[in-house]
Nanobody, 123 residues
Framework: QVPLVESGGDSVQAGQSLRLSCGVS????????MAWFRRAAGKEREGVAF???????DYGDSVKGRFTIAKDYAARTLSLQMNSLKPEDTAMYFC?????????????????WGQGTQVTVSS
């Protein structure tokens, strides 16, 4: 599996926006599910957003209406646009790709992971 590399993490104030990117060149134009997960300090990793090979997408309840996942075929990246950030969004964010089972937040379905990019939101 080709490793993934995230970028775009930063420290911002509550209410601001950030855009994360992940190089997914090896997975575009193939039937892969791609997703963003996050892990806050002391907590389990949780699903943030996923997008299937056919464009179907969904979000975790805590980010619906604020975050948008998208595939950029020109840049060969997976992006996560994060608006109206809150302190509780502070976490390490990971992108992942996989092709087993139904596209969703089941971590076992993802075979390629990035190292993560840190997002810190202060109040």
């Amino acid at each position: 599996q080709v490793p993934l590399v995230e970028s775009g993490g930063d420290s911002v104030q509550a209410g601001q926006s950030l855009r994360l990117s992940c190089g997914v060149s090896a997975y575009l134009n193939r039937r892969y599910c791609m997703a963003w997960f996050r892990r806050a300090a002391g907590k389990e990793r949780e699903g943030v957003a996923f997008i299937d090979w056919d464009g179907r997408s969904d979000y975790g309840d805590s980010v619906k209406g604020r975050f948008t996942i998208a595939k950029d075929y020109a840049a060969r990246t997976l992006s996560l646009q994060m608006n109206s950030l809150k302190p509780e969004d502070t976490a390490m964010y990971f992108c992942a790709a996989g092709r087993y089972g139904t596209c969703g937040f089941n971590e076992l379905a993802f075979t390629s992971w990035g190292q993560g990019t840190q997002v810190t939101v202060s109040s």
